[in-house]
């Protein structure tokens, strides 16, 4: 007697990007607020350096995650930048969330989810900082999204951002992702903004400033008076 195959499994397994038994169709990342061609738009390039922006991160929302995964964190780099320009990092991001609303990396992370953090980014500041080519070009820049082992990552986000990156990677499950184009996107010479300002580095105090003349040297002091060695006691002969 011949076994029937039920007419729904038969069709998940013809189905594309239908999960059967303990198959995954794998992690996805997505945003809606990309132009038909896949690039990014004037609202989200940065709003400094000469560029037009309004600095405006793009809404995300992915899925098909690991079913262990306990957080999420995101970073965003440009990948035609040697080693790289990481323009937004938020870890912490907690395992129920799936999206992240357009905004969402203003630099008060009010758009955040509760106990998600915001990193510093190769600008400067903390949060999302948009495409600011060059002049004449156009790069890609890289969304991922990783699955991470661990509820919070104990990390200070005003560490340097390659602290933050490699220890989301090396609590990395699964990730998903999507590269986007941009070009420059120029500002008018009358509305350009000036460069973020960054903290002034501390001065070293150890190091007298350039042309400044030496500190005089102390005065000797008295010296310390010679406590005389107390002289050696016989004891009389008994």
Known sequence: MRRLVPAAALAACLVPGVMTGTARAGMWLS????????????????????CGGKNLSPALRWGGEAPTAKSFAL??????????????????IPAGVHTLAAGAGAAD???????AVQALNDFGPKGYGGPCPPVGQTHRYVFTIYALNKDTLDLS??????????????????KGRF????????????????????????????KPAPGA??????????????????EQVQEPPK
């Open 157 to 174: 986000p005003d560490q340097p951002a390659g602290a933050l990156e490699s220890l989301v990677l090396s609590h990395a499950l699964d």
């Open 31 to 50: 945003s809606p607020d990309l132009a038909a061609d896949g690039t990014l738009t004037a609202p989200q390039a940065w709003d400094r350096d000469g």
């Open 179 to 206: 590269i986007a184009k941009s070009p420059r996107f120029d500002a008018p010479p009358e509305k350009a903004k000036p460069p973020e300002e960054k903290p002034p580095a501390k001065p070293d105090t150890t």
């Open 109 to 115: 992370g009010k758009g955040l989810p509760k106990g």
């Open 75 to 92: 970073i965003v780099m440009d990948a035609d930048v040697k080693k790289g320009f990481r323009h937004w990092m938020v870890f912490n």
């Open 213 to 230: 003349e030496p500190p005089p040297k102390p005065e000797p002091g008295p010296k310390p008076e010679q406590v005389p060695k107390p």
